[in-house]
């Protein structure tokens, strides 16, 4: 799986510019806002139909243009495809595939693309909500249904919320209220069920990469943590549907007091343990980085299994966070499949890769 070629037009801070990527390692490099990363946001794009920065596509249309086209020559899935993203702001992003008009969810498999950068270094210090993410990134590409999923579960937590902090105000909301939290069992229980097995996968790949990652014979674990209520996150949906039932039924009240939402898939998170003791509250911060590592080499290894092909990795800016041995390491595991590395101009890693260099400047492209 790889990206032959990507033309922007009218992209950030793009006019019009083309580039060939080698099928093995890329290194971009050039002085910070330049467009580094702006150029991997474009190729994250084709992978997901969405930014990894913003919610907003009108923030991806250039200053001075009406809209944006990300237009690009991929091979994947033994076969090559063209894909096609138009922006233009106040109207839904335009996709195709091959001249085939396609939804973001549908996009989801066509590239899968594993992205590292400096925030996802503090993945295991952080709150929730980004490993949260990490699954969520991850297992839209491999299962397009759960993207669809997620989309209506979202939508379901924003209008259920508006009720919950507006009903004081307009009683009659609350007429609404089961109805968008029965919405939220009945979606939550579909993505407690495909996180709880994407979960239990990097509990298997990640442990043997963070182990050789140590060099100390770290034992990671990881779990996955749910609404109390759900006694097995593997079980049926039925069943998980109205093991949620239940603890919707018991914080009902608690809702209406809090003005928040207290049941459903968005209190979900993986309890990441490094020698039995909590890595978010114990581990140091060399470890805390090794095992954020860990997990994205794991996702890498995931994709392989599931696809047969390695995802297109993204590594933004990261290798510059860390020390020696941990970039050694990671630049011997990123073989196999194709990789973009942006990087400071004056950094060494671009000579350490052996990989064709392409040199961003005020979004122009030089290779």
Known sequence: MRIEKIALNGFRNYEWET???????????????????NLLEAVYMLSSGRSFRTRFDKELVGFGYSEAEILADVYSHERAQTISIRLRPGQTKKILVNGVKKTASELSGQVNAVLFCPDDLNLIKEGAAVRRRLLDNAISQIRPRYAEILSEFN???????????????????????DEFSDGMARASAHLIRYRAAFAARLNE???????????????LAIRYTTVSTVRDPFASVREIYYDICEHQEKHRQAELESSQCLTGAHKD????????????????????????????????????????????????????????RRQEFVLNRIGGGQTLITCCEDDEISSRTGGKVIFVEKGKIKV
């Open 205 to 219: 790949a990640a442990p043997p990469i963070h182990r050789e990652f140590s060099g100390e014979g770290e034992e």
């Open 269 to 324: 998170d993986l309890e990441i343990d490094i020698n039995g003791r909590p890595a978010r509250s114990f581990a140091s911060q060399g470890q805390t980085r090794t095992a954020a590592l860990s997990l994205k080499l794991a996702e890498r290894e995931i994709f392989l299994a599931e696809t047969g092909e390695y995802p297109v990795l993204l590594l933004d800016d990261v290798l510059s966070e860390l020390d020696p």
């Open 19 to 37: 580039v060939e990527f080698a099928p093995g390692t890329n290194v971009i490099s050039g002085q910070n806002a330049q467009g580094k990363t």
């Open 155 to 177: 939508k379901l937590y924003e209008h259920k919320t508006r009720i919950l902090k507006d009903w004081r105000e307009k009683p009659s909301l609350l007429d609404t209220l």
